[in-house]
């Protein structure tokens, strides 16, 4: 199990940056799979960024490459640096855990298969 509790978000003028950190506890804290989800309203949940627990790390080909994902593993907190934000991306964001295994990482990304999940956070960006 892993309890997930977040920081950070907020609101941002288009090309700025911010971040957003996610506490992890619990046995699964250092061995589950880790991401970041985000659900604008009137829109389905989309998988941003994932750490798996071999440390590999998957993006939602729609960043562009604009969103790191990073954890600091002495801490257990997992953060996502967002860079040059544009306003598609507010939404509310959630740290997510996952103790599947994703032995061919298709569906890494994939919101459905996450079992635990913060208490999201709103990220407003404006023009």
């Known amino acids: 199990q892993v309890r997930l509790v977040q920081s950070g978000g907020g609101s941002v003028q288009a090309g700025g940056s911010l971040t957003l950190s996610c506490a992890a506890s619990?046995?699964?804290?250092?061995?589950?799979?880790l991401g970041w989800v985000r659900q604008a309203p009137g829109k389905e949940r989309e998988g941003v960024a994932t750490?798996?627990?071999?440390?590999?790390?998957y993006y939602a080909d729609s960043l562009e490459g604009r969103f790191i994902i990073s954890k600091d593993n002495d801490r257990d907190i997992l953060n996502l640096q967002m860079n040059n934000v544009e306003p598609g991306d507010t939404a509310t964001y959630y740290c997510?855990?996952?103790?599947?295994?994703?032995?061919?990482?298709?569906?890494?990304?994939?919101?459905?298969?996450?079992?635990?999940w913060g208490q999201g956070t709103q990220v407003t960006v404006s023009e």
């Open positions: 619990g046995p699964g804290a250092k061995t589950y799979t």
């Open positions: 750490l798996k627990y071999d440390g590999t790390t």
């Open positions: 997510a855990a996952s103790n599947a295994y994703f032995d061919e990482d298709y569906d890494i990304l994939d919101p459905d298969e996450y079992n635990y």
